[in-house]
């Protein structure tokens, strides 16, 4: 039986959020140490990142369409959604916070969320794509239905983690079980095996993987609906399974007061046990980022409250320019982050 070979580096972009344009400075650094990996496994804000750069052949390129008048656009078009009030976010959050309970009941990712987000994210105007590096791209498969939302789960698993990527990836990922499964004794939601789909366009997937749990509506393509690459924003072994030589994010912990509780109660795990177990394992070079919403704090896209307006919205670059020196800003702190790692 033809065994498929695995790749030779990959390299984890995991999460980013908004800041996710430091993705593309250390990319540039790798390849200027002539590390350039043949693959990324991104998740979250990661996705997007890891798109350009599959997009582009240089990184020219890839820094000039981040910075475009196109990708500016697409952030100034979200909104906060209706659920955006300030007393019923406040007190949604508030109630995840008191309570103990793991994934109790099958959560509303329909329709409990803060910001509207565009259906398609902006697609680069692809001349010359980079043929250096594939992309897998993290995702969790809703295995429920809205008419099922409020329902006690009981033992029932709600999400799946799939991994939208190359034939050659999904034949290296057969019969994996994700490493999220066996998460807090495996009482989570999140079932055993990792699914693989190599079909799904890249922007779409992308799409999905930013699609995090009460910040934006869970992504629906094709008759299937998607949460965001938090499901397993740390895939060290999903990595492993992949390539030979893996590089890792060295990141901060996950906030005690609005992302534990989202995680626990929509998926069941402890965001920061799981980070721990994942610095545990062998990586063959971390890049420390773990300082980055401190070194990233100003002209950055944050959440604010508006008193006035009674809204929990999205604070903006004032200008074209402000929003090319927010990812300038970005950009450098990637590539320094990159060197650093080299340097150890």
């Not at 498929?4 to 908004?18: I, L, S």
């Not at 259906?119 to 794509?129: D, G, N």
């Not at 890249?202 to 938090?230: E, K, N, T």
Request: net charge neutral; charged share 20%; aromatic share 10%.
């Amino acid at each position: 039986m033809h065994q498929e070979k695995k790749y030779t580096r990959c390299m984890v972009m995991a999460g980013g959020g908004f800041r996710f344009g430091y993705y593309l400075g250390i990319y540039a650094a790798m390849r200027q140490q002539n590390k350039t990996p043949d693959l990324l496994l991104a998740s979250c804000g990661g996705a997007i990142a890891a798109g350009i750069i599959q997009a582009f052949p240089d990184d020219a390129q890839r820094k000039a369409w981040i910075c475009s008048p196109d990708m500016y656009q697409f952030w100034l078009q979200m909104r906060s959604s209706q659920q955006a009030s300030i007393g019923r976010a406040l007190t949604a959050a508030l109630l995840r916070g008191l309570s103990t309970k793991s994934a109790y009941r099958i959560p509303d990712l329909f329709n409990d969320y803060l910001f509207e987000i565009p259906a398609e994210l902006p697609a680069p105007p692809i001349s010359c794509a980079n043929e250096e590096t594939d992309v897998a791209i993290i995702a969790g498969k809703l295995l429920f239905t809205e008419h099922e939302l409020g329902q006690l789960r009981g033992a029932r698993k709600l999400f799946a983690e799939i991994v939208f990527c190359t034939p050659r990836a999904a034949a290296l990922l057969a019969g994996m079980q994700s490493p999220m499964s066996a998460e807090e004794g495996g009482g989570n939601a999140i079932a055993q095996d990792v699914l693989t789909d190599v079909t799904m366009p890249l922007a779409q997937a992308a799409r999905a993987s930013v699609s995090d749990m009460f910040y934006f509506r869970c992504h629906s393509y094709q008759g299937s609906h998607y949460i965001g690459g938090v499901i397993d924003l740390f895939p060290i072994e999903i990595a492993n399974q992949l390539a030979e030589q893996v590089i890792m994010e060295l990141k901060g912990p996950y906030d005690k007061l609005f992302s534990i509780p989202a995680l626990r109660s929509v998926l069941g795990i402890n965001g920061n046990q799981r980070l721990q177990h994942v610095l545990q394992q062998h990586a063959d070079l971390w890049f420390d980022t773990s300082d980055m919403e401190r070194a990233l704090l100003e002209n950055q896209i944050v959440k604010k409250i508006a008193w006035q307006r009674n809204r929990i919205e999205l604070r903006m670059p004032s200008s074209y320019e402000a929003y090319v020196k927010m990812i300038e800003s970005q950009w450098e702190y990637g590539f320094q982050r990159g060197l650093s790692a080299f340097s150890r």
